[in-house]
């Protein structure tokens, strides 16, 4: 029977830890960097240019129906190639996931504000609103408070898509466990340690996304 080791990992406590930082470090990044290419991308989709709003479309397809793991591994070797520039692992990681989240952040944000009542908006530009001022202060503040439960949703998702830099050797905390695992031949104790890990920092983000949700919802 196999006999469950896991004081053999405290000697490891200081890969752990890192593996850890580096992968709420990446977390952060991506999630503000998402954000941001999610509200202009959002805007655009809602713009009244035909070229910007079906260019952007393109765009999220593109993110949204590709697997994740083929956009990190495609950023990191075949987009040198073809721009003939050099993409370290993290710098790959940060581009392909901005991205991917930011077509997902994006459909949130467009979804918000076409949810709004048009006749907010017709009322605004009867005041004499120009589109820029009815957006900023009739739609989007509305439309923001709907938004907040998804956006805090797919900020979990870009957590969870972290674990996946460990194919391009980023040392966050899968990649760590995989080279304590090889270390000390414990694969069943690291990878338990690892889903522990994940579990308490994905178990408090995921029940508030859903007291934001229920409050929202008044349910």
Known sequence: MYQWDFGSLWAYR??????V???????AVVIVSGLLVGVLVGLGRVSSSRLLAGSLRAF???FRCTPVLVQLIWFYYALPVLLGIELTPGTAAVL???LYGGAFYSEIVRGGIISIDPGQVEAGQALGMTRGQVMRRIVLPQAFRRMTPPLVSQSIMQLKNTSLLSVL???DLLYQGQVIAHDTYRPL?????????????LLPATMLAKRLEAKTTGA
């Open 169 to 171: 050797a980023v040392p």
């Open 21 to 27: 930082l580096t992968t709420l470090a990446y977390t």
């Open 14 to 19: 200081g890969i752990i830890t890192a593996g």
């Open 96 to 98: 392909a996931l901005t």
């Open 189 to 201: 104790e690291i990878y338990t340690l690892v889903a522990v890990i994940y579990f308490a920092i």
């Open 60 to 62: 999220v397809e593109v």
